[in-house]
């Protein structure tokens, strides 16, 4: 059973930084797409960053390239997501996801386990 927790979230201020983390025990950690998606209040659920098995290929959130940076390291089953220069729009509750399929890494039904997500709040 695969069991994504994430960590890191809190207060920042515009202009500041924050380091995600997303552990994933349970399951294999091989072969599979990892992503961290946000959702904001009132809004629908976004992607913001995928990474491969090897971690050769990643995909950003056209508004957030340059700013945010994913990474994964296999010998710990470990995603983080740095997050720089942050926004006050970058408000909202960050999901780790997991997913063992080809195709979109933005499609959002593709990916089978989700975290409990970590609040990010960037006031102004």
């Known amino acids: 059973q695969v069991q994504l927790v994430e960590s890191g979230g809190g207060l920042v201020q515009a202009g500041g930084s924050l380091r995600l983390s997303c552990a994933n025990s349970?399951?294999?950690?091989?072969?599979?797409?990892m992503a961290w998606f946000r959702q904001a209040p009132g809004k629908e659920r976004e992607f913001v960053a995928g990474i491969n098995w090897s971690g050769s290929t990643t995909y950003y959130a056209d508004s957030l390239k340059g700013r945010f940076t994913i990474s994964r390291d296999n010998a710990k089953n470990t995603v983080d997501l740095q997050m720089n220069s942050l926004k006050p729009e970058d408000t909202a509750i960050y999901y780790c996801a997991v997913k063992y399929t080809s195709g979109s890494y933005y499609y959002i039904p593709a990916y089978g386990y989700w975290g409990q997500g970590t609040q990010v709040t960037v006031s102004s």
């Open positions: 349970g399951g294999t950690f091989s072969n599979n797409v």
